[in-house]
């Protein structure tokens, strides 16, 4: 009853046209679930990307954005707690969740043998989820950045045949980067729960 209630009052919004913040820029995780969610509950949405997830609420919280996608957990590596930490401080609420299958890959610009690689960057949680395969190479030197995407940006930027990336396959054809290798987490089945915070609850009754 729930769902079905649920379903009546998203598809009264559906026309409108609604902004949704994520951490990105475009090809990170967030983006792909903001994506897929905005595609199944919107006809007509904005994507606004954000370089932290303090920007993401910020921007809910002062009307910059209706809607904002976060990730929670992880069944690898268990809860975002910096991204839980936040939310208790907030006063938007949960209005919605979306799980997201994450294939992880190793991205280059150049097809190198994994042994040439020096220097490798991501968001920490790609680290934490992916932590088996990169014990396997301890001569790498982890770099940490603000999301996947960036990662990806920054070796494009430094164009160092060396450098790699973790990030996703959507991420590789936006950048043109090459992928080493695939399905890289420790659990494979590797899901990301994000949840959708706007600033009112949905009030829904049968009256509706």
């Given at each position: ?9 998203l ?14 820029p ?9 994506c ?15 370089s932290?997830?303090e ?53 280059a ?35 940490y ?37 695939k ?14 915070i ?6 829904v009754?049968?009256k509706?």
């Open positions: 009853m729930q769902k079905k209630l649920l379903n009546i009052f598809n009264k919004k559906k026309y409108i046209t609604h902004k949704f913040s994520f951490l990105g475009n090809g990170s995780y967030s983006h792909i679930a903001a897929k969610y905005a595609k199944k509950n919107f006809i007509q949405c904005a994507l606004k990307p954000c932290t997830f920007e993401v609420i910020f921007s809910v919280e002062n009307n910059q954005s209706d809607y904002g996608i976060l990730p929670v957990s992880n069944n690898s590596s268990g809860k975002i707690h910096n991204v839980v930490n936040l939310l208790k401080k907030t006063h938007l609420f949960i209005v919605g969740e979306i799980n997201i299958f994450i294939d992880h890959c190793l991205l610009i150049k097809k190198i043998e994994l042994n040439q690689i020096k220097k490798i960057y991501s968001h920490p949680q790609p680290f934490l989820q992916c932590s088996n395969f990169i014990k396997k190479f301890p001569k790498w030197q982890i770099r950045t603000t999301s996947t995407t960036a990662a990806m940006e920054k070796i494009c930027k430094y164009n160092e045949i060396t450098n790699a990336a973790l990030g996703s396959k959507i991420g590789s054809k936006i950048y043109r980067l090459n992928i080493l290798c399905n890289l987490t420790n659990n494979t089945t590797n899901i990301t729960k994000f949840v959708i706007h600033r009112n609850t949905i009030n009754n049968d509706n």
